[in-house]
């Protein structure tokens, strides 16, 4: 009997050792690789400053009526002309000073927002305005830039310790010129704590088997339907990342974050939007997108248009950009 009662105690043992080196390892920060999908099934409590306060709420009538008046090509002179008067209006009817900055090839528009913390610490949020020919670009790239303009309008009046910087680049379309010419200005990339990029963000389909995948993507996806966002950082610049996981809070769409190593060299997929500029100057960006042609049959179609813009997912998807910026925007 006095054999029993050793065996049961020395399993039970086993068990707990077992189960505490469980616990732990679940509560490491993951390894480059990992990639995080939120919700999870119980959330942990976050710090204040992580929560959204009433004022920064999106509207989605705004973020459509954006999209709606940027509802035209915006590939010619011309009309990359017509869409930097509307940019620029906006801004200014939000309280910013914004900028032209021109190339060689076009012209970026930039403003920021002093933050009031004493040091120059800054958050830079852009999106590119430019489409191909024959498109009106809706999703892409109209959604990221009404998000952006979205941004403006709540931030103008909200006040944080980093100073939050906006970027409309031209030319994204014609090899992420715009971007690559912003980031010539070294001096302005000194006291960047961070970039985040938004290209398509308001496209979403819910048939199984929508979604489509690159091969040998070293994840698990979270679906077959294109109901996500993707968040897709550098491995050196990990809690770029964390932001977006942070800060997500429930009827929000999913994330999953895609940390990627070596600047994209093996996943030249990955490079295809504005953030690969600031990557190979060593700066941390995330791309935060719907995937664009891996999911939309509207990709560079005259068939991408206001009307394939999927409302909820698309405010969702701007609320969850706004809670990390906001996040960013804050963090000491």
């Not at 705004?62 to 509802?71: D, E």
């Not at 910087?165 to 980031?183: C, R, T």
């Not at 100057?281 to 935060?288: F, I």
Request: proline share 7%.
């Amino acid at each position: 009997m006095k054999k029993w009662i050793w065996l049961i105690l020395l399993v039970l043992v086993v068990v707990v050792i077992v189960g505490s080196r469980g616990s732990a390892f679940f509560e490491q920060s993951p390894l480059p690789e990992t990639v995080v999908s939120t919700p999870v099934t119980t959330p942990q409590p976050q710090p204040t400053q992580q929560e959204v306060s009433h004022d920064l709420q999106v509207s989605v009538d705004n973020l459509l009526g954006h999209i709606q008046k940027l509802n035209f090509q915006r590939y010619t002179n011309v009309e990359r002309s017509h869409t930097r008067t509307y940019i620029i209006n906006e801004l200014r009817k939000f309280g910013w000073t914004p900028k032209l900055e021109k190339f060689a090839d076009g012209v970026n528009v930039f403003a920021q927002r002093q933050g009031t913390d004493n040091t120059a610490d800054a958050i830079l949020i852009g999106a590119h305005y430019d489409t191909v020919a024959a498109s009106p670009g809706a999703d892409d790239n109209a959604s990221g830039v009404a998000v952006l303009l979205e941004i403006a309008r709540l931030f103008a009046s909200h006040p944080t310790p980093r100073t939050l910087q906006l970027a409309f680049f031209d030319k994204e379309e014609a090899g992420l010129i715009g971007s690559k010419a912003f980031v010539t200005k070294t001096k302005r990339l000194q006291n960047l704590q961070g970039v985040i990029i938004l290209d398509m963000v308001g496209y979403a389909c819910y048939i199984p088997g929508c979604q489509k995948y690159p091969t040998a993507l070293p994840v698990t996806p979270p679906s077959d339907k294109g109901d996500f966002l993707v968040a897709v950082g550098d491995t050196e610049h990990l809690p770029l990342l964390k932001a977006f996981e942070n800060t997500h809070h429930q009827n929000l769409p999913t994330i999953l974050t895609l940390p990627i190593p070596l600047k994209g060299i093996l996943t030249p997929d990955t490079l295809r939007s504005d953030h690969a500029s600031f990557w190979y100057q060593g700066v941390g960006a995330v791309l935060v997108t719907d995937t664009a042609n891996l999911r939309t049959p509207h990709y560079h179609q005259p068939s991408d248009t206001p009307a394939n813009i999927e409302r909820s997912f698309f405010a969702g998807s701007a609320q969850i950009v706004v809670n990390a910026v906001n996040f960013l925007a804050n963090r000491q």
